[in-house]
């Protein structure tokens, strides 16, 4: 029975069942695979034939974490990559050359920012930052060697918000590749190809994992340009785990369920923050205070269940709070079901000059919040005692 519905396709879209009629999908770790004789050998090495020939390449647990992607993402092809990072630097990698230029959202995540300046720009690859919250700035940043648009929406810890359709008609106009870092919103709340975007890159150890437990990421799109990736990927050798596909094509069955309550928890802080008297600012997609909130309302079912505050007092300020904090973790990660206190200025993002950060929304007093799946009276109950 095919369905339309994203509940059903993450639970029921599953590999072939073995001799043993496991109803739940085995873990296959093994790194290789045997041929019948060397004829069948021969055809799947020329492409002749569909097949596993080397877990590098492909394996069934890394095949069905990418086919329910795909399906929930509207692709029609991906690679599964160990880290989110290895998908955005497998991307970079098998579509760019010397010489080349990206444009790309100013507000990118730490790493991904690290290897636009220090690695790529070695390699001859150049980029400008845009911002989010001014498209009428972007074309004028496309050169006659822009190869690239690179966007993050929303962004990490500022919140902000670009249209993808916007961004979708200007890549096409420059017939350049729109590259989107689906990470934050999942493929629940957001489906960038729908709106033009050419890949869709996950970090999936965030939301598609959702637990903490292991590291994983994606690149989505058409067949044609993952053919590319794929040629880069299995000389490179950025391939997911077995065990760790396994995890995450598992945790692919609660998504809907579990972005559903982070989303609800996030909407009822970001509601309670922003009428209490010590918080200067609160940034979430689906406040109608949030100056992008009308393309947040288009391009995505619910406002996520990240919620970026800024509290009186600068750094000292939210030292205060965070340390006050009884039940959330300080911690630097995010999308856990455990709520969680970032202090962006002072860890993720402290190699960003104030400058460069007050670029980017980030404020001394700035703290991101990943709400997480505990009783939402405990999480206001948390916030109200540690702000009191
Ligand atoms: C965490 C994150 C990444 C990197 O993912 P890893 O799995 O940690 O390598 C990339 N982009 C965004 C937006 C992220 O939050």
Redo the contacts with the bound molecule.
Sequence with gaps: MKSENFETIAIRTQTERSLHKEHSSPIYLTSSYKFDDAEEMRALFANEKEGNVYSRYSNPNTSEFIDKMCLLEGAEDGFATA??????FTTFGAFLKNGDHIVSSRS??G??HQLLTNVFSKWGITFDYADLDKPQDWEGLIKPNTKMIFV?TPS?PGIDIIDLEFLGDLAKKHNLLLVV?N??ATPYLQQPIKFGAHIS?H????YIDGQGRV???IILGTKELIAEVVGFARHSGPALSPFSAWILSKSLETLAIRMDRHCGNALKVAEYLEKHPKIKLVKYPFLPSHPQYKIAKKQMKQGGGIVTIVVEGGVEGASKFMDSLKMFSISAN??DTRSIATHPATSTHSKLTEEQRNEVGIEQGSIRLSIGLEHINDILADIDQALA
């Design positions: 880290t989110g990072m290895a998908a955005i990118v995540f790493s991904t993050e990490n870092d990470c934050f890159i970090s999936a150890t965030k590291l994983g990421g995010l999308a």
